[in-house]
Structures are given as C-alpha cells and as structure tokens.
C-alpha cells in the first residue's frame, strides 16, 4: 500500500478484555516494528519483526503483550486482560532493511487504545 | 544503555524568531540521530538524519560528539512549524529506535 496502515484508529475496551491491534506495513517493507506513545513518556519501543520472526521483542512491557506476524506482511498486537496503564496510542512503523541499513522507515498513524 | 534526552517539554517563539530545540545523548558509539515531527492531528515523519547532512523546511541539526548532542536549529521561525518535535537515536545497522520525550514547539504569531 501507499503507507503504513493501522486499524482500529480508536478502540474504547473494558478493563480486563483483550484487544488486538493490526498493523499492515508498506508493501514490500522487510521490517515491522510497534511501538507505544504514552502521554508524558515519548514513544517506547515493544518490538521489531524481520520477516515474521522477532529478534527483538525486549520492549514488550509483560507477558500480557504479544505480538505476531504472517506471511512477512501483517502483524497483529495482542494484549490480554488490558489494564488502565495500557491506555496509549500505538504505533506501528515498517522499512525496508537491507545490510543493516533501514530505508524508508515510516510510521503509521497508530490506534488510540483507551481502557476503561 | 542508550538514551536520548530533550529537557525542554513545551517551547514557544515568535513568529521570524530563530529556535533551537536541545537534544542530548548518550551511547557509547557512534550512533545515528534523527530529528521526528509530529503536527496536530498527523503521523510521526521524519525531518533530519545525521547522515544526510541535508535541510529540510530550513531546519538544520548537526551532530556533536563532543557533547553528545544533536540541537535541530531554525534561523526564522514560522507559524506552520507549531508542532511536536522528536530526536531519535539509533545503534550503527541497528533496527528500534529510542525517542526522547519531545518536545511541543509553539510558534506565535
């Protein structure tokens, strides 16, 4: 696609439910990362996905968290049992990776998670 | 570890007024900085990378290894600039990237 597409933009969940956020990157884009903007912490870094496996998934907050990617295309953000600490926007961004080097790294316009 | 720090939260100018917006870094290489943009109600994109030594909108940011700092720097200030500004680090072939907390600009009229 033209860009990075994130759905839902908005999701308003009861605490305790689980929420899945979905990330379709730039065609052709090697890489997938998610991240998380929280208010008054900047963007944190969850996890980064070459392919569909995750070399680096250091940034996943806890166990409650995970994340998936199928066919080196879609990832999919899963948290259980959401807490009110989860309320944040996440963003999802992709490039093209190739010697170490990132191309085009490209944010998407995230998913406003609100738990309450 | 790597950490990027921005000490101002919220910077206001006047229109034609030039600005400096601070970021500080610290990593024990050498690595690649980059300045984000976020304007009201769109996504985060990128404006400056150390290695592309290039200006963007008039904004300009070099690389201080001395003082492990990357300042993005505008000579006159504009009004479209009001946005909420990011700097970036990233380890050499590295993949995440780790944002300071921002910092909002507000150019006034």
């Known amino acids: 696609g033209a860009g990075v597409s994130q759905s839902p933009s908005n999701k308003v969940t009861e605490k305790g439910k689980d929420v899945e956020l979905r990330c379709d990157p730039i065609?052709?884009?090697?890489?997938l990362y998610w991240y998380r903007q929280s208010l008054g912490q900047g963007l944190e870094f969850l996890i980064y996905f070459q392919g569909n496996s995750a070399p680096d998934k250091s940034g996943l907050p806890s166990d409650r968290f995970s994340a998936e990617r199928t066919g080196g295309s879609v990832s999919t953000l899963t948290i259980q049992r959401t807490q009110q600490e989860d309320s944040a926007v996440y963003l999802c961004a992709s490039s093209f990776r190739l010697g170490g080097t990132n191309y085009g790294y490209t944010f998407g316009s995230g998913t406003r998670l609100t738990v309450v | 570890a790597q950490r990027v720090t921005q000490p101002e939260k919220l910077l206001s100018v006047f229109k034609g007024a030039p600005v400096e917006l601070k970021c500080n870094y610290s990593?024990?290489?050498?690595?690649?900085l980059f300045w984000y943009v976020q304007y009201s109600r769109q996504r985060l994109q990128l404006l400056l990378r150390h290695i592309s030594r290039e200006s963007i909108k008039g904004f300009t940011a070099d690389l201080n290894k001395g003082e492990t700092s990357f300042h993005l720097k505008k000579p006159f200030a504009q009004e479209e600039d009001s946005a909420m500004y990011y700097c970036a680090l990233s380890q050499p072939s590295g993949s995440r990237l780790t944002f300071g907390e921002g910092t909002q600009l507000t150019v006034n009229p």
């Open positions: 065609s052709g884009h090697t890489a």
């Open positions: 990593y024990s290489g050498s690595p690649e």
